[in-house]
């Protein structure tokens, strides 16, 4: 290949280097929504599903309010739609909660469905080495 100068007296090869910004680790970090592309979708379909239940909530109060003779009023109605939704979340997060701080603590115990044991994961290397003709007892 033959070599050539460039204007800034640097010599290079035929071959063309990649630039700085190309050079970085073979994993790079994926721009803002893609990296949170989960959370996203997960914020949006909260706010869908809440909305949902703020609207039918309203449109079943304001028939209530109609049915007994009443107008329907939004100092009534607020404080049921926040109690209504602080039971739901109340419900799910200590389901949640408990599903998470359970099997982190039946986890750090090290229960049989958390994790292997050791002597499994060593016949698996064993097995392993011996599949590539390797010695386990003599590396």
Known sequence: MAETTTSNGRHSSGTQRRSRRGDGPPFRKP?????????????ALFLVSWLGQFVFQMVVESNEATQHGQSFAWSEFLPQFFASTF?????????????????????????????????????????????????????
């Not at 721009?31 to 914020?43: D, N, S």
């Not at 115990?109 to 003709?133: F, H, M, P, T, V």
């Open 31 to 43: 721009r803002w929504p893609k990296a949170y592309a989960f959370a996203l979708v997960t914020g």
């Open 87 to 139: 039971e739901n979340w109340q419900s799910e997060f200590l389901q949640l909660v408990w599903q998470a701080a359970g099997l982190a603590l039946f986890y750090y115990w090290g229960s049989s469905q958390s994790r292997e044991s050791d002597e499994r994961i060593e016949a698996k290397l064993d097995a392993l080495l011996r599949e590539r003709n390797l010695d386990p007892e003599h590396p």
